[in-house]
Every structure is written in structure tokens, then in C-alpha cells.
Nanobody, 119 residues
Framework: QVQLVESGGGLVQPGGSLRLSCAASESIFSIYVLGWYRQAPGKQRELVATITGGGGSTNYADSVKGRFTISRDNAKNTVYLQMNSLKPEDTAVYYC????????????WGQGTQVTVSS
């Protein structure tokens, strides 16, 4: 199974930036879909952004579009989330995910990293 380790979370003021990283235990194959999700206390986990392992096609939640950028470095087995113009409502635990379309058994999560946006 795939192991994922996240880093880069922390405390930042509104309008600031953070860069999250997720290191995978194995190569990112073209058939993989990689994503970032987040969960605030008392709320359900929600999708933030996804990127395909092959072509690099991306999708973003409307709430982060234009502010966040997802990317990956297949050679480093790493997916990133660059977060700019952060808002207090971005405060949550952020999780990375690797899955494979049509394979429910292939779906792995990182441990999560806390992002807090506050003055």
C-alpha cells in the first residue's frame, strides 16, 4: 500500500502564503489521481484540488480557485499545494490523497497537517 507523509502546515496571518508537501512511498504513476482535502472541526472533509499523475490535469474547489495551486513532481514522488491569499475560513486539517479510478481498494490518505489562518 501507499504511504503518504504531509508537511508544511502552520500558523499564518490572513493574506499570507503556505506551501504544503506530500511525499509518497512509491512512484506516482500516470494512472493515479492525487488530491488535497481539508476538514474543519464539526465539518465534513471536502475536496480542495486534484491533479492527475499523467497529464497533470487539475481541478479546484470554487472556494480556492485562483488562490491555490496543486502540482506534482513525479521524480520526487511528491505532490504540492501552494496556498496564497489565505483566509481565516481556510483553517482546517489538510490531507493528501492518492487513488486510482475504478479501484475502490486503491485509496490512501496522509496523516494530515494543520493550517491555521489568524491575526
Amino acid at each position: 500500500q501507499v504511504q503518504l507523509v504531509e508537511s508544511g502546515g502552520g500558523l499564518v496571518q490572513p493574506g499570507g502564503s503556505l506551501r504544503l508537501s506530500c511525499a509518497a512511498s512509491e512512484s506516482i504513476f500516470s494512472i493515479y489521481v492525487l488530491g488535497w482535502y481539508r476538514q474543519a472541526p464539526g465539518k465534513q472533509r471536502e475536496l480542495v484540488a486534484t491533479i492527475t499523475g499523467g497529464g497533470g490535469s487539475t481541478n479546484y474547489a470554487d472556494s480556492v480557485k485562483g488562490r491555490f495551486t496543486i502540482s506534482r513532481d513525479n521524480a520526487k514522488n511528491t505532490v504540492y499545494l501552494q496556498m496564497n491569499s489565505l483566509k481565516p475560513e481556510d483553517t482546517a486539517v489538510y490531507y493528501c490523497n492518492v487513488r486510482m479510478t475504478d479501484r475502490p481498494d486503491f485509496n490512501f490518505w496522509g496523516q494530515g497537517t494543520q493550517v491555521t489562518v489568524s491575526s
